[in-house]
């Protein structure tokens, strides 16, 4: 009933084929927050290393681990072992450790109603994001799940978009990208995707606007209105 009741708030739904919607994971369906900051700190912990303040670890919320520990330990073995303490602890708890952001859920359920074809894309290690969608109550509603290799060889947005295309025979001109940081709104303009950063998640109204973003939705209701 209360899908219902998000389906026909936003009108009709034409038969036609809808575009198809790629969404960020980490700030635009789920606050990952606490699982990913207390997985870089263990990873810190295990190098020895001081961490940096829980309150900067929100900026690692969304760029490749690689980008972020390589200024701080500037030698790729180190990087790369700093990643595996990393994963230790989030294939154990981390993956665990998140909420689903609040209407999130019927604004999905609504958007496939209608026709759209759903996809997530996103930085996070592919096995890790495929664990987290396949336990979200509406984790069903995503036909691929698009994240990073295990090795870092696809990890930038850009790489992500043009495997997802690839991987759904589409065209740029069939898809738009849903996502919090500059990262999402970049990979999209890279490949003239349409697009709309959302201000629930870690990137901000300034870093989204500064990258191009085509539109700002406040909250996740708004998505219905922007992808009409």
């Given at each position: 009933m209360e899908q219902d009741r998000w389906v026909t708030a936003v009108g009709p739904h034409p038969a036609e084929a809808r575009d198809t919607l790629f969404f960020d994971l980490d700030g635009t369906l789920i606050d990952s927050q606490v699982g990913i900051t207390?997985?870089?700190?263990?990873?810190?912990?295990?190098?020895?290393h001081p961490a940096p303040p829980v309150e900067a670890l929100r900026g690692w919320i969304g760029p490749s681990l690689r980008t972020s520990f390589a200024p701080l330990f500037n030698d790729a073995a180190k990087v790369e072992q700093a990643v595996a303490y990393y994963c230790e602890r989030f294939e154990s708890e981390g993956w665990q450790e998140h909420a689903v952001f609040?209407?999130?859920e019927q604004?999905?359920?609504a958007l496939q109603a209608r026709g759209h074809r759903l996809a997530?894309?996103?930085a996070k290690n592919?096995?890790?994001?495929?664990?987290?969608i396949e336990h979200l109550p509406f984790g069903?509603?995503?036909d691929e799940v698009i994240g990073a290799t295990a090795d870092g060889s696809r990890s930038s947005k850009p790489q992500l978009v043009a495997e997802a295309l690839?991987?759904?025979?589409?065209?740029p001109g069939q898809c738009w990208m849903i996502g919090d940081r500059r990262m999402d709104i970049e990979g999209a303009r890279h490949h003239g995707l349409r697009n709309i950063g959302v201000l629930w998640g870690f990137g901000g109204a300034e870093e989204l606007r500064e990258a191009g973003a085509d539109a700002l939705a406040a909250t996740p209701t708004e998505l219905l209105t922007l992808l009409c």
């Open positions: 207390r997985c870089i700190t263990h990873a810190f912990e295990r190098m020895q609040d209407d999130i604004v999905v359920r997530v894309v996103t592919e096995a890790h994001a495929r664990r987290i069903a509603c995503f690839s991987r759904l025979s589409l065209q």
